[in-house]
């Protein structure tokens, strides 16, 4: 596709999103790997709500898919010398450069396989606008999606916070841009203007698609990776294709796998404690790594609203932020 017809793209998915996000800078690079990007049915994307827990998945996978090459125990693995979102690139951002040099060509195609990539985008928009790459959503095709959400009300708060971290990192000379408050980031967050939305429609889209095609989308919750996460390692790997042998299980390995990847364990390696991404210190990424952390954030009435959005909005859907069996 040349660079008329990817013009064309960018205006049809820009104008598909909802008015506040049209204007957000990396909407074009979206529309340009929607055009290019060619799924292998080796990739494995790796899918989220900004600030759903995205840092330990790609931890995770980073360190499950490739053990072979790189065992936990390793003194040299990549995830002690790297952040997660260095092994781990989103589409978004690798198209991002050649969307605003109009270039054409799959900018990953030169990747080896089994690719391990990553995105924030909604798999729907509406009822029929599909916003990732067509080679991904289209149902038959052996790309892998893995998808993580959280409570939305831990979800506000992780992005207030980290908001905050990154207006400090880039606050530069005598009139630095001024944080949100709790309040505002509140409304905006329970009006869904977002970068990708709606927080909850976001989530909907890749439960239905997961409910669809199991074998192609495997749709966790955080909160339960929290309770068991040698369990939910297992089913990662398992559906990535490389589950644990039992000579695996025997040595422990999922164990060194979920060790490695302790919010404890990354967040003491030197490159988190001072390397820097382009908009904030590594160290933002790693906060309590908890769940109900938001009750230290938010009032009482501030959750029962936010709930009752939520509830309103995902009713007749079948999908509930609790655990309850119509949901899972």
């Not at 899918?47 to 125990?73: E, M, V």
């Not at 729907?124 to 893995?146: A, D, Q, R």
């Amino acid at each position: 596709m040349g660079a008329s017809g990817d013009d064309d793209m960018a205006d049809l998915v820009i104008s598909s999103l909802p008015l506040e996000t049209r204007s957000e800078p990396f909407l074009p690079a979206v529309a340009a790997a929607r055009a290019r990007f060619e799924a292998r049915p080796s990739d494995v994307l790796l899918a989220s709500f900004p600030k759903s827990g995205t840092t330990w998945l790609k931890a995770l996978a980073i360190a499950t898919l490739h053990r072979a090459d790189h065992p936990p125990r390793s003194l040299d693995h990549p995830l002690r010398r790297r952040n997660p979102h260095d092994c781990v690139e989103y589409l978004e951002e690798a198209f991002a450069s050649s969307a605003a040099e109009d270039s054409d060509g799959d900018v990953l195609a030169a990747l080896p396989s089994p690719r391990l990539l990553a995105t924030h985008v909604p798999y729907t928009h509406g009822v029929k606008s599909v916003l990732n790459p067509k080679s991904v959503t289209t149902e038959g095709t052996g790309c892998k999606i893995v998808y993580v959400c959280q409570d939305p009300k831990d979800v506000l708060v992780s992005k207030w916070l980290f908001t905050k971290k990154r207006l400090a990192f880039a606050a530069v000379g005598d009139n630095p841009p001024k944080p949100y408050t709790i309040d505002e980031m509140f409304e905006l967050f329970c009006d869904g203007r977002c970068t990708c939305g709606p927080q909850w429609h976001h989530v909907l889209g890749y439960w239905e698609a997961s409910r669809r095609q199991p074998e192609k989308v495997l749709f966790l919750r955080y909160e339960e990776m929290l309770r068991d996460p040698v369990g939910n390692v297992r089913k990662l790997a398992e559906f990535m294709g490389c589950a644990f042998s039992g000579k695996e299980e025997a040595a422990g390995v999922a164990e060194d796998v979920v060790e490695l990847c302790s919010m404890d364990t990354l967040k003491n390696m030197e490159v988190n404690k001072n390397g820097t991404q382009n908009s904030v210190k590594n160290e933002a990424f790693f906060r309590k790594g908890v769940a109900g952390d938001w009750s230290n954030h938010m009032t009482p009435e501030m959750a029962a609203r936010l709930d009752k959005i939520v509830e309103d909005a995902l009713q007749g859907s079948g999908f509930t932020f609790g655990d309850t069996a119509e949901s899972t």
